[in-house]
């Protein structure tokens, strides 16, 4: 499903070293420096954070404190609310399925 999902994929800057640190520690030194020449192919875009991002970060760590949400998950949500994106790629799908987001009643989460 990650193959055939519609490119370049928005990347929250906030993921960018949760993702390094687990394809390192699962897949080695390889995998890690490929993730990241994939944003020089613009295979992956950089999304920033605002200061509005931010705020709707730290609302929604505090909404869902009992699952430990934590601020790279919240940043995906808050940037998927500001650019109105309803298809995420996680492995997370415990927190991401309970979390609502504003502009849609539910992430699509890929892969499925």
């Known amino acids: 499903m990650f193959r055939s999902a519609r490119r370049p994929w928005l990347v929250p800057q906030t993921v960018i070293a949760e993702v390094c640190y687990l394809l390192e520690r ?20 950089l999304a920033p954070l605002t200061a509005e991002d931010t705020d709707r970060m730290a609302e929604l760590v505090d909404t869902y404190a009992d699952l430990r949400l934590g601020g ?10 500001r650019l109105n994106v309803a298809t995420v790629a996680t ?3 415990r927190d ?14 890929i892969p499925e």
């Open 26 to 45: 699962e897949r080695g030194s390889k995998a890690e420096s490929a993730f990241l020449r994939s944003f020089g192919r613009r295979d992956l875009i």
């Open 91 to 93: 492995l997370n799908r």
């Open 96 to 109: 991401f399925t309970v979390v609502r987001p504003r502009h849609v009643k539910a992430l699509t989460l």
């Open 72 to 81: 790279v998950d919240a940043s995906v949500v808050a940037v998927a609310e």
